[in-house]
T-cell receptor, first 112, second 112 residues
């Protein structure tokens, strides 16, 4: 089925560990974004990309890196996990912001 | 800075009653406006969007929203609530020449 696939669905990390959250889409969307969702905070943009080889920072980029080597994939790297990064992370893709985004089902990350 | 405000973090309605979820935005020009729905343990799903065509926008699952420039509002309505409508709803705005901004969400509870 066409859509946005995120892996893993759940992850527990120890403080200081690093990991990569995977995101892949098969809709040939140019725009891809990473959000984190925390209770009462809505969605906050971490990083986004408007095409392969192009990335930019969002509202809360500190502690996260991204790259976009292909149209399909947009991995999010946590460099040194901190408890403040405990959250639900969503990847989304679109033909453009005005089109509306397709979201993945999320990765629930706990940092202990 | 541009913003979007959703009035009420929780709204309860009886099954069969009118659903009204409020969204106001701050923008000097009419932006693109969206409503997304999030069911438990899922990603966000696009309900409907306003992109400067008709001011009354119809979406999926019987929802609609009306863009009112004079009130800078984009409230979401459904004539008759169903138990399956229980979810969290997010209003989002794209100011011209900027990234999408999400409201903090309104959780809709349906009372039997």
């Amino acid at each position: 089925n066409a859509g946005v696939t995120q892996t893993p669905k759940f992850q527990v990390l120890k403080t200081g560990q690093s990991m990569t959250l995977q995101c892949a889409q098969d809709m040939n969307h140019e725009y891809m974004s990473w959000y984190r969702q925390d209770p009462g905070m809505g969605l906050r943009l971490i990083h986004y990309s408007v095409g392969a080889g192009i990335t930019d920072q969002g509202e809360v980029p500190n502690g996260y890196n991204v790259s976009r080597s292909t149209t399909e994939d947009f991995p999010l790297r946590l460099l040194s996990a901190a408890p403040s990064q405990t959250s639900v992370y969503f990847c989304a893709s679109s033909y453009g912001d005005w089109w509306g985004y397709t979201f993945g089902s999320g990765t629930r990350l706990t940092v202990v | 800075a541009q913003s979007v405000t959703q009035l009420g973090s929780h709204v309860s309605v009886s099954e069969g009653a009118l659903v009204l979820l409020r969204c106001n935005y701050s923008s000097s020009v009419p932006p693109y406006l969206f409503w997304y729905v999030q069911y438990p343990n899922q990603g966000l799903q696009l309900l409907l969007k306003y992109t400067s065509a008709a001011t009354l926008v119809k979406g999926i699952n019987g929802f609609e929203a009306e863009f009112k420039k004079s009130e800078t509002s984009f409230h979401l309505t459904k004539p008759s609530a169903h138990m399956s409508d229980a979810a969290e709803y997010f209003c989002a705005v794209i100011p011209r020449d900027d990234k999408i901004i999400f409201g903090k969400g309104t959780r809709l509870h349906i009372l039997p």
